[in-house]
């Protein structure tokens, strides 16, 4: 492992710490070295905070080595106004010599006019180090800018012979399939997400509140599909523990672009069988979390049909979780 290598592994590191709070900026961790030491890091801030840049260059005690410091970052800094003034002016206004970044940003109010900014000013910039890594990290935020769209992660459970739920139940609550552990992961999962989505047939059928209740952490936005809204206001969903949206388009691209007008860049879709299908159909997603128990139900409904490539595999207790990625989208 190289130097580079090294710092933006720390940044990378770092910068999970922002993960469910920044959105819909990216969760950007940057690291000041000083002679071989750290002097200064930081993450993103929650949003409307400041971002990781700031976060370090203000970490630093002594400012007037920052002048012989490099500063490493996952994603190019920004050079625009939003929230905050552009980090790229603060950078060289601490005459902050080497800039190592992971990737370039992709949103067009950036896309390569910080770094432009940066080397105009006299900044030696490197960018592409561990890149992959940290596209990979900035998963959420690149595919809200390069395919106008959420980044998109389906959920489900299904017992051991491939159902998801009976066809029938005396009471509108989960049959639960998983462990309680299990359970847990699922709430972690929804922090780390900026929106949570269901349809009208798991609204009615398990009344779930859809919110964070095992885990420390924000409650996601609940989007729930109700194109004849038809939904009882007495619902949980519609409870007072976190902004819901309703939405009545009834195609999975019609369901992204009311998101991506939201602004909303990650969502884990827990809905039933037939609102994941209709995701997987359209190729529309990019993981699938599946857990299967050990419960057998016989009958039911059926776990949707998908094709993924399997990215992990693991063991909470006595169930399995499969990851799969998806490597061949039908449409964006």
């Known amino acids: 492992m190289t130097t580079h290598d090294y710092y933006i592994k720390r940044c990378l590191d770092i910068a999970k710490n922002g993960l469910g709070t920044t959105a819909p900026n990216p969760m950007v961790g940057a690291v000041i070295v000083y002679q071989g030491l750290i002097i200064g890091e930081?993450?993103?801030?929650?949003?409307?905070?400041?971002?990781?840049?700031?976060?370090?260059?203000?970490?630093?005690?002594?400012?007037?080595?920052?002048?012989?410091?490099?500063?490493y970052v996952t994603l190019e800094p920004c050079s625009h106004y939003g929230k905050t003034p552009p980090c790229s002016d603060l950078i060289i206004a601490h005459h902050i010599p080497n800039v190592v970044i992971g990737c370039i940003d992709d949103n067009p109010e950036v896309a390569g006019k910080g770094i432009k900014k940066l080397i105009h000013a006299g900044c030696k910039v490197t960018v592409g180090v561990l890149e992959a890594a940290c596209k990979a990290h900035h998963k959420r935020f690149f595919a809200f800018h390069n395919k106008q769209r959420p980044y998109i992660i389906l959920k489900w459970a299904e017992s051991n012979d491939g159902f998801i739920a009976p066809k029938t139940k005396?009471?509108?609550?989960?049959?639960?399939?998983?462990?309680?552990?299990?359970?847990?992961?699922v709430h972690k999962w929804r922090a780390e997400e900026q929106a949570i989505?269901?349809?009208t047939n798991t609204v009615i059928s398990d009344n779930p509140s859809l919110t964070v209740r095992d885990w420390t952490g924000q409650n996601p936005i609940r989007i729930v599909l109700d194109k004849n809204l038809t939904l009882p206001k007495t619902a949980s969903v519609f409870n007072t523990e976190a902004q819901t949206m309703v939405l009545k388009e009834n195609t999975a691209k019609d369901i992204c672009n009311a998101l991506y007008k939201k602004n909303i860049n990650s969502v884990i879709i827990e809905g039933g069988a037939k609102t994941l299908?209709?995701?997987?159909?359209?190729?529309?997603w990019d993981e699938a979390r599946v857990f299967t128990g050990t419960i057998r139900l016989k009958t039911g409904i059926k776990a949707?049909?998908?094709?993924?490539?399997?990215?992990?595999?693991?063991?909470?207790?006595?169930?399995?979780?499969?990851?799969?990625?998806?490597?061949?989208?039908?449409?964006?």
């Not at 929650?46 to 970490?59: P, S």
């Not at 005396?170 to 992961?185: H, Y």
């Open 42 to 71: 930081g993450y993103t801030s929650a949003y409307g905070g400041h971002h990781a840049e700031v976060n370090a260059i203000h970490a630093v005690k002594d400012t007037a080595l920052l002048k012989k410091s490099t500063l």
């Open 170 to 185: 005396e009471e509108n609550k989960p049959v639960w399939i998983t462990n309680a552990l299990s359970g847990q992961l």
């Open 197 to 199: 989505l269901v349809g």
């Open 277 to 284: 299908q209709l995701f997987i159909d359209q190729g529309l």
């Open 304 to 332: 949707p049909k998908f094709s993924g490539e399997l990215f992990n595999e693991e063991t909470i207790q006595d169930d399995i979780l499969r990851i799969y990625n998806n490597k061949t989208p039908v449409s964006d």
